[in-house]
């Protein structure tokens, strides 16, 4: 392409290196700093506005810069694989190393000394590990041992108030009612349960025997007795008038049908009240 302005032709030629040549009718029209490298073309002067030079050293840089980079990377790539993700952490643990490494030329610290120092190093951090590990064991431990307690437990009373409750509600036990929750509150002062899951009538650690002599009193004779430390619990006969005698007297001095008809807490409250307690 070529362009004139006034007595100067610019001339850009894109030669087998692309470098714009300008074109000038004397050597005396280009400026100084553009003379060096100038050449007489058919009666004119030529200038590369990028002389060669200039380009093929800027082409051998760039060269230079691209094979120090593929260097570098393969450089950092090796390293990596030794130095880790965290350099700050190989850096804090090559100090270490050179420490100890120095201790050792210092004579204050011997090579079989240095292996034991590392192994009790080791061996501190695995114990320290291992006996938090156990703590936290053992509070999990405790934890459940509390709670198979609390349902063991619950588990337990909960056979003594099945077999005391089928007890006072038969017929034939004559207890009233209304009284079950007090007589559930004495009977857990009397029964225990073993690990088989059987009802047995303890006073202290003595087993209390029932009519046979032989095996542990069961709640139905439990309740026989419990009727002369008791009588307010238990329903009353018609047969012993208004004021009653013994064990079975009413109460008060009220008849059996009167007191049979008060309710279960005034029944318990006029019982309580006989025997003096509030």
Known sequence: MVCRLGELQLNFNLGEDRMPEITFDTLDAIPEGLREGAKQVDGKVVINVVPKSKLDEFRDN?????????????S???????VGEDPSAFAAELENLRSTSQQVKDGKLKGTDAIEQEVNNRVSS?????ERRLQEASKETVAWKDKATSSDQKFRRSLIDRSVTNAVLAEASGAQPQALPDILSRAYGVFTVDDNGTLIARDGEATIYGADGATPMTPAEWLEKLKEQAPY?????????AGGSGNNAVPGGMSAEDFNNLSGAQQLALARKAQGRK
């Open 62 to 74: 760039n060269l230079t810069l691209s094979q120090e980079r593929d260097t570098l990377k393969s």
């Open 233 to 241: 619990f238990f329903k009353t006969s018609n047969g012993g008038g």
């Open 76 to 82: 950092v790539a090796t390293l990596s694989q030794i």
């Open 126 to 130: 695995m114990k320290s590990d291992y």
